[in-house]
């Protein structure tokens, strides 16, 4: 019983002082209370946040506090705790704490701030309190492109575009490119691989779009999407790819399969990876509403099932009659700023030349989107008025008010262009802008002009192009802070060569309002590339010889010096050390070949750019080096391949993707194959793409193949499949979504694959029958005889571009240019310079029926001479020898002119033939003892005729005899 007793009470008295322990421990707690307003806070980049400290002193007595932000950034905001805490007996504070969320506050997607408060009374004594910060990351990727258009070049049915993929984010992203879109007979190759892009940082991709065949023509669009690991779409952007054709359908956009229809509808059906199924409808059409008045329409829209959500792009309704136009939905336009959004756009029409149009959009991509949180546009309005001439030239003035939501920037721009036509054979273009651009809410602001000039002339067998502007660094238009020159001068040497000399000079270096978005991602760049070229005309080879020495310069580039990405530093001019600003700069002496050859059966061409890089400051790598860049592609009926090669950086930002240990290489091969059966209803594509990237160790395979079978009825049904397959043996980083949010982890091997399965059917309602107006036929030729009218072995005009309007075909193998659906009215024919070629003068076409012309082109040669003086020792002073007529007559007839100049001398250019050249003397005081001669211009380019003895008479001596 005692023990038992004894045992009670041990308990009893055991609980008793544990109470008593922990009620103190307690009291002593609760002395000070500490927390913070928030708990969890969300952020954006570039915006300020807030939260308030809240503390109560229980204690009768002054309590001082210190406080440590354990390791965070707490005590680093714009407004701060202050060092030392007094507070009174009984006292409530709150203390406001205010932070930017900048690269230099926020590292990670969630982020903790801590406060350890530490009373001088150590009895007194409180716990560690926090928030957290989750950083939303929906606007945080740009995908750029430096066009906003490309054309296939039609020698070698290629063209290579830029894409730019921006991290404007404040930590790394990891983002998968899907590019698709193209229609059958366009194929595209480039890198498609995961990559990781560092706050502030940016990747270049680039991406080779080639035409299978010379018969594609018509208008495509690129569909370019970002998302990253999970399948979330991150960013889009879209692009036209412009192809150029033998015929030409005015005012007409190609159909959904390539094809030239009136109206046509589609229905899909696409399966993605991470359970991501997309049901699309897309059509186009044009409906006649009466005369001279029509209504386009578009429709794109995207049902993402799991998500049940809605994507509408790229729709409208426009409707024109003969003086005014209405379009709604999407608006795309370019007045020096890109207008690329949803809204409309009023139009009034004077006559064909004049019009004045009224914008109001927002610069938002979607029309509508329930999927994604949009990036807020630019809210603009605006007045546009434009002159265009037959000549095709545009003169105009325009006035742009952009209110940026997501910049948090106000501007009014006002920007105008002209025209000015020196002759037949040289052309001025101008244009100038201003603009005035505020910060919101800050009192900020800042001017900016911009202008420049482009001069373009021919001088017989001379061609001269030069390219020039500058806009000041906080110029609101789309060349910010630009200066650039780019003037080529060319010389035909022969009947099938030419010599060219280039000088460009790009220095890029734009400035943003404190405060404005777009400032993390600012950096300056500088290219200056000096060129002379040779060209040689084959026949069905064509070769390029241009070597040219290259200075680039990139400064506030920032670069991974260390493992740790999620503080990136600049890298200045000496290698591997860090500063402020960084600066790169290289310079190299390099060579461009270029081979092309085509025929009926096959198409080849080979680029290689070969050069010595003398001077790298960025020491990735150590200068001297060598790098080469190879691009080539060979087609052969239904086969071909294409093929990249790049050793060493080209650009100086290309080392900024590299490590200190790994080596700039990139390989890519794939072959191709297109197959057509029964009749052409049948088509089929498929391409494969191998590549290897050195800087991350990473093989790359893709393949993509698709299939189209036209039933009766203008149904077409059809299928198409994209697989892409990583496998990098050694990333240097990746990030994993862990607990307290992106923790760095090291990768030694990684794979990724992503499929797309798409089925479709389509129907065509209508056709090219169906649309009114007339056609006009031209058929080129070169007029070796110049009497107008094409004659049997006469070359035919293949490959020669011609422009109506702003309509432009090319001529096909037989020299023929065909437009549809014309019009009835006056047209003016241009025929542009190509091949040595050029016609005689502007053709002017009255178009009420159904035409076919014979359009004679003409190679011109250099005639030159010169004027001899007669000595007379009866004269005290030399004649003046300029401006004296010559007349070089044809065998047709026909007076071509020129004048002589201070020193006698005189040029012709003229077609090839036989020609009678005089000079004037009717009513003149001269003579000329030898008045005419007669020359033929052959192949020879140029010719050098003896001189005319010019005999002054301006004084009259006679002598008679007694």
């Not at 030239?260 to 059509?283: E, I, K, P, T």
Request: aromatic residues 10%.
């Amino acid at each position: 019983m005692s023990i038992t007793i004894k045992g009670h009470c041990f308990f009893l008295f055991l609980f008793y002082y544990t109470f008593v322990f922990l009620s103190s421990v307690e009291a002593q707690q609760a002395a000070v209370s500490a927390r913070f307003e928030k708990d969890t806070i969300a952020v954006q980049n570039n915006q300020t946040f807030a939260n308030r400290l809240l503390l109560i002193n229980q204690t009768n007595k002054i309590v001082e506090l210190l406080s440590d932000a354990d390791g965070t950034k707490t005590l680093e905001g714009l407004i701060r705790l202050p060092q030392k805490i007094i507070l009174q007996p009984k006292e409530e504070r709150a203390f406001p704490l205010k932070y930017i969320a900048d690269r230099q506050t926020i590292n990670q997607a969630v982020q903790s701030f801590n406060i350890n408060l530490t009373a001088a009374d150590q009895s007194i004594q409180l716990p560690k309190v926090s928030f957290c910060t989750v950083l939303k990351i929906d606007h945080a990727l740009l995908l750029q492109l430096d066009q906003t258009a490309y054309y296939l070049d039609q020698v070698t049915g290629r063209s290579e575009l830029l894409l730019r993929t921006v991290n404007t984010g404040l930590i790394p992203l990891t983002v998968q490119l899907r590019l698709s879109g193209l229609p059958m007979g366009l194929e595209l190759a480039g890198e498609t691989f995961p990559i990781t892009i560092a706050p502030g940082g940016q990747e270049v991709s680039k991406f080779t779009i080639t035409a299978r065949s010379k018969k594609v023509m018509g208008d495509a669009e690129l569909q370019i999407v970002a998302t990253n690991a999970d399948g979330a779409v991150l960013a889009t952007n879209r692009v036209r790819i412009l192809t150029v054709g033998s015929v030409k359908r005015f005012g007409t956009d190609n159909g959904l399969d390539g094809q030239l229809r009136n109206n046509s509808l589609a229905l899909r059906y696409v399966d993605m990876d991470h359970g991501l199924s997309v049901q699309q409808v897309q059509g186009f059409g044009s409906l006649n509403l009466g005369e001279e008045a029509k209504l386009d329409y578009r429709l794109n829209v995207d049902y993402y099932k799991k998500q049940q959500a809605l994507n509408v792009y790229d729709t409208y309704v426009d409707v024109k009659t003969k003086h005014w136009g209405l379009k709604l939905g999407n608006i795309y336009d370019n007045l020096d700023q890109s207008i690329n959004g949803r809204g409309l756009k009023a139009s009034y029409l004077w006559d064909k030349g004049r019009s004045i149009s009224l914008y109001g959009v927002d610069n938002s991509y979607m029309l509508l989107s329930q999927l994604n949180n949009l990036i807020p546009g630019g809210k603009i309005w605006g007045l546009s008025y434009q002159i265009r001439s037959d000549l095709n030239q545009e003169s105009s003035i325009s006035y742009l008010h952009n209110n940026n939501a997501y910049r948090g920037v106000n501007s009014d721009q006002i920007n105008g262009k002209g025209y000015l036509r020196l002759s037949e054979k040289q052309l001025l273009n101008v244009e100038g802008g201003y603009s005035f651009e505020r910060l919101v809410g800050s009192g900020l602001n800042n001017q900016a002009l911009a202008m420049g000039f482009s001069y373009h002339a021919s001088f017989g067998s001379y061609q001269l192009t030069s390219i020039n502007y500058y806009s000041s660094p906080y110029y609101a238009g789309l060349r910010r802070g630009v200066l650039q020159t780019d003037s080529r001068i060319s010389r035909t040497v022969g009947d099938r060569q030419s010599l060219s000399a280039r000088l460009s000079y790009l220095d890029n270096n734009p400035a943003y309002l404190t405060g404005d978005r777009n400032a993390y991602f600012n950096y300056g760049n500088r290219i200056q590339i000096y060129e002379l070229g040779y060209h040689r005309d084959l026949g069905r080879f064509k070769l390029d010889l241009r070597p040219y020495w290259m200075v680039q310069r990139s400064t506030d580039l920032h670069v991974l010096l260390s493992s740790d990405l999620m503080n990136p530093a600049p890298l200045n001019a000496n290698a591997g050390v860090s500063g402020t600003h960084g600066i790169w700069e290289s310079s190299a002496v390099r060579v461009v070949t270029d081979l092309n050859f085509s025929n009926a059966a096959h198409r080849f061409s080979l680029r290689t750019d070969y050069g010595y890089t003398y001077r790298n400051t960025s020491g990735r790598p150590m200068a001297p080096f060598q790098s080469v860049r190879i691009n080539g592609g060979y087609n052969y009926g239904v086969l071909g391949v294409n093929a990249f090669v790049q050793i060493n950086p080209y650009y100086v930002t290309d080392a900024a993707s590299l490590s200190q240990m790994s080596d700039y290489r990139i390989y890519s091969i794939g072959p191709n194959v297109q197959w057509q059966a029964f009749g052409n209803r049948l088509q089929t594509q498929a391409s494969t793409m191998y590549s290897y990237y050195g800087a991350s160790r990473s093989n790359n395979f893709s393949i993509n193949g698709s299939l189209s079978w036209k039933a009766k009825g203008n149904w077409k049904f059809t299928a198409d499949i994209y697989y892409t397959l990583m496998h990098a043996t050694s990333l240097p980083l990746s990030y994993e979504n862990g607990v307290d949010g992106y923790n760095m982890a090291a990768v030694t091997s990684y794979v990724y694959n992503n499929k797309q399965f798409r089925l479709g059917i389509e129907k065509g309602f209508g056709g090219p029958s169906s649309i009114k107006g007339h056609s006009l036929e031209l058929f080129l030729f070169e007029d070796n005889n110049n009497n107008g009218n094409y004659e049997i072995g006469e070359l035919l005009g293949k490959g020669v571009l011609v422009r109506i309007g702003e309509e432009v075909a090319v001529a096909d193998a037989r020299g023929r240019v065909k437009f549809l659906a014309m019009a009835k009215g006056n047209y003016t024919v241009l025929i542009e310079n190509n091949q040595g070629w050029v016609s005689q003068g502007a053709l002017t076409v009255v178009l009420s029926k159904n035409q076919r012309l014979e359009v004679p082109l003409v190679k011109t040669r250099i005639l030159k001479g010169g004027i001899k003086v007669v000595r007379n020792r009866y004269m005290d002073t030399n004649p003046s020898l300029a401006g004296v007529r010559l007349n070089a007559v044809s065998k047709e007839g026909k007076v071509y002119t020129t004048l002589s100049d201070v020193d006698g001398n005189y040029v012709f250019y003229l077609p090839m033939g036989g020609y009678r050249v005089s000079v004037v003397t009717e009513g003149m005081a001269f003579s000329i003892d030898n008045p005419a001669c007669e020359v033929v211009l052959d192949k020879q380019q140029l010719i050098q005729l003896p001189p005319f003895m010019f005999r002054d008479e301006r004084r009259k001596m006679e002598v008679k005899r007694f």
